[in-house]
């Protein structure tokens, strides 16, 4: 059935929660929106006036004006605009009822929880009988829509809570903590292989280069050659370490970096150092691609 599930009014600068309908439903796809509507409204900041999240039972639409937001959740088959009529509905009242000093002072949760009552009113009545109070707002709302149709978001974005088509005015990244899995012996090893490397390659790298500009310049490719395997071993050894996005991206580059350098260094390293440095490199790329982070998920009660 085509119907409103729950609807709540939130603060856009941080998302607090000001009031919302008690609706009691333990339906998994409904916790689940839940989740994901809580993700979202701590970063309306980004997103334009209007939004919608669509799922394959429910969907998330969202309203910004001024200092607060009204979002619902809703059947994914029923009407957008209906439901933008709704929100319209909500921000009337509430922009009635409270002014925005009081809003911009609310320092806990639910602090306007009287207005829940409101809330409640007006869902009942969209959910009853919806054309008799859209009449006044449907054509408007549509020829809105149709100029400047709502943001289309992705769920497993809400999810991750992270946006690349931020909104342009500060746009603030809110993103999961993450905490990476404790250090093995193994890795430990591979960090003290990887700072002696990097300490091999710089003291080779300066000794070089000050032969190179005191007689000639012929040797600057060599001095290259080993700066950037000094340079890489330190941010292997930041990748173990933290948490950085495109993690396997970069070791990639990373591994690629040293080997190709080590290659170009063969005449002034024999085999042996050669094989010793990638292999070196290859054991910190593995421990970085096999150390898994643990996110800590976001409090994701409403």
Known sequence: ???????????????????????????QDFLECRKRLKVLSSMLARYPSRGTARGQNLSIHFLSSGDIACMAICSSSYSTIMAFCFLEELRWEFAASYN??????ASRPYAFIEFDNIIQKVKQHFNISPGLWAKG?????????QLQPPVQLENTELL??????????????????????????????????????GALNLIRGVHLAEYSFQEDHEGIGNVIAFLLPFLACVFQCYLYLFYSSARKVKTFVLLFCV??????????????????HIGVAFLSSYQILTRQLLEKQPDCGV
């Open 100 to 105: 925005t000093g009081s809003i911009n002072s």
């Open 137 to 145: 707002s449907w054509e408007r709302v549509e020829e809105e829509l």
């Open 259 to 276: 080997c190709s350098c080590n290659i170009y260094l063969y005449g002034l390293r024999n085999l042996w150092q050669i094989s010793f």
């Open 160 to 197: 991750n809570g992270l946006s690349n088509g931020g909104h342009a005015a500060g746009p603030v990244e809110v993103a999961p903590t993450y905490r990476m899995q404790p250090v093995t012996p193994l890795g430990i090893l591979s960090l003290v292989l990887n700072i002696m490397c």
């Open 1 to 27: 059935m085509s119907m409103i599930f729950f609807a709540c009014v939130v603060r856009v600068r941080d998302g607090l929660p000001l009031s919302a309908s008690t609706d009691f439903h333990l339906n």
